[in-house]
């Protein structure tokens, strides 16, 4: 069954994000830590699945396979290098709903083979955010990525901002997922209520 999912997508690199932005209504975030010691990133997602069960939001974990499903998380997102060691016999028996990373026809085609909850392409636009070997995608790609994805909810991550919302969505993203765009901003809050709207 294909969920309806929110879409504002933003992504944090710590439970402090999660405190500024889950007030404000974000109801569906990505908790995406990558250097941290196991037992303080454990703690870090049991109190974010607890944060994010209080305000009404759908969590989901990016990478910790393991401890996503050890700390009970419903939701899981994984990139391509991700999962060439996952075990995703684990997280389908543990009920996980995935959301996969693509950048290529290659990758979309796998992704699609697992069932995904949902599908990310990107960059759409150029991304400070990590080194790539896939540059901009563009917003045609967006279009040609949701005609191959059907029903399964498209997410266009990579460069967004607030003026870039609305083409993504005409393009055919169902969702938008956002980084820089708010922890580099002057005044994230300020920043993630444009989204919220934009997003409406």
Known sequence: MVMTLPRFYPIFDSVDW???ALPLGVRLVQLRIKERDPEALRLDIRV?????RAHGAILVINDH??????EGADW??????????????AIRRAGLRLGLSTHDHAELDRALSLDPAYVALGP???TIL????????G????????????????CAIGGMRVEHA??????????????????LNRDPEARISEWLRACA
């Not at 609305?166 to 922890?183: K, L, M, W």
């Open 76 to 89: 899981l997102h994984l990139g391509q290098e991700d999962l060439d060691s996952a075990d995703l016999a």
């Open 139 to 154: 917003l045609e790609r967006v279009s040609e990525w949701k005609r191959l994805v059907g029903d399964i909810p498209l």
């Open 65 to 70: 396979w393991q401890l996503a499903i050890e």
């Open 48 to 52: 974010a699945l607890e944060m994010a």
């Open 130 to 137: 990590k080194k790539m070997k896939w540059h901009q995608q």
């Open 18 to 20: 999660l405190e500024r």
């Open 124 to 126: 759409v636009y150029p």
């Open 166 to 183: 609305q083409g993504a969505f005409e393009a055919g993203a169902d969702i938008v997922s956002v980084v820089t765009d708010i922890t």
